[in-house]
T-cell receptor, first 114, second 112 residues
Framework: ETGVTQSPTHLIKTRGQQVTLRCSSQ?????VSWYQQALGQGPQFIFQ???????GRGNFPPRFSGLQFPNYSSELNVNALEPDDSALYLC?????????????FGPGTRLLVL | DAKTTQPTSMDCAEGRAANLPCNHS???????VYWYRQIHSQGPQYIIH???NNETNEMASLIITEDRKSSTLILPHATLRDTAVYYC?????????????FGSGTQLTVLP
């Protein structure tokens, strides 16, 4: 158990809808990263938040957005959902330090877009 | 981040050591080697990481060659619960975002 929790566990949406996924970080961590994992592939980095600011972004369109709250929990928002957005969405929390930064993953939210 | 090459799949007998290789011939001097594993439909689990020296923890050992161009993850006594996809990742620990770049990994199957 990593202490990272995500909700909901599963979700079904239709094309064009919007979705919000939530992540609660491990105690003591100040950084949250989000990943998308399509079926049969490795996770792909979406973005990272540190001290409530976006700290880097992968190759994802602006309809993927996020928030980090003062208690270091985080949300991933996806607008205008497309069927290709169907995937396992993973969040990972870490403590950002110059010499070490190990990311610990939550169980994921499985999203299906019809 | 440097690219890694791993075998697509490996089998190991239960109770035996599982040795998972990773090639990272373009690794730079300040890139770390990380290993994660992912059991079907779960979030990736951190195993171990290292820079130059060999590392050991309660889960595994990491052996990095002297030239750092390859490494081996060793699970000393594999059990059925070690069946998973194992990812070898090299990454900087500097700069702003420190994302993990996952490849295809190695599917390890532990056989009874």
């Amino acid at each position: 158990e990593t202490g990272v929790t995500q909700s909901p566990t599963h979700l079904i949406k239709t094309r064009g809808q919007q979705v919000t996924l939530r992540c609660s970080s491990q105690s003591g961590h100040n950084t949250v990263s989000w990943y998308q994992q399509a079926l049969g592939q490795g996770p792909q980095f979406i973005f990272q938040y540190y001290r409530e600011e976006e700290n880097g972004r992968g190759n994802f369109p602006p309809r993927f957005s996020g928030l980090q709250f003062p208690n270091y929990s985080s949300e991933l928002n996806v607008n205008a959902l497309e069927p290709d957005d169907s995937a396992l969405y993973l969040c990972a929390s870490s403590f950002l330090d110059p010499l070490s930064e190990t990311q610990y993953f939550g169980p994921g939210t499985r999203l299906l877009v019809l | 981040d440097a690219k890694t090459t791993q075998p697509t799949s490996m089998d190991c007998a239960e109770g035996r050591a599982a040795n998972l290789p990773c090639n990272h011939s373009t690794i730079s001097g300040n890139e770390y080697v990380y290993w994660y594993r992912q059991i079907h439909s779960q979030g990736p689990q951190y195993i171990i990481h290292g820079l130059k020296n060999n590392e050991t923890n309660e889960m595994a050992s990491l052996i990095i060659t002297e030239d750092r161009k390859s490494s081996t993850l060793i699970l000393p006594h594999a059990t059925l619960r070690d069946t998973a996809v194992y990812y070898c990742i090299v990454r900087f620990l500097s700069g702003s975002a420190r994302q993990l770049t996952f490849g295809s990994g190695t599917q390890l199957t532990v056989l009874p």
